[in-house]
């Protein structure tokens, strides 16, 4: 049974860092590839950064520079490390897969505000 846990967020000022975590369950992993989107209030979810099962990394315009999608095969867990965060950044982030189908996690919360 494929799970995706999401932990890591909290309230941040504008300016810090937080690094989020998604803990893979059912499956591994290294052999796929693993997303990191978000959901702003009254907005729509959209894609945030991908790493796939070669280790190769993509990032939405908005983040490049500033974020960092990483993984732990070990442990079998994606991170993102969030720096430079701004008020903009407030959202929802989801951790997904697909596997013959979308999974996805329940989301963090991440809030930035002074």
């Known amino acids: 049974q494929v799970q995706l846990v999401e932990s890591g967020g909290d309230l941040v000022q504008p300016g810090g860092s937080l690094r989020l975590s998604c803990a893979a369950s059912?499956?591994?992993?290294?052999?796929?590839?693993m997303d990191w989107y978000r959901q702003a209030p009254g907005k729509e979810r959209e894609f945030v950064a991908t790493?796939?099962?070669?280790?190769?990394?993509n990032y939405v315009d908005s983040v490049k520079g500033r974020f960092t999608i990483s993984r732990d095969n070990a442990k079998n867990t994606v991170f993102l490390q969030m720096n430079s965060l701004n008020p903009e950044n407030t959202a929802v982030y989801y951790c997904?897969?697909?596997?013959?189908?979308?999974?996805w996690g329940r989301g963090t919360q991440v809030t930035v505000s002074s």
């Open positions: 997904h897969t697909y596997i013959t189908k979308n999974y």
């Open positions: 790493i796939t099962s070669g280790g190769d990394t």
């Open positions: 059912g499956f591994m992993i290294r052999l796929s590839t």
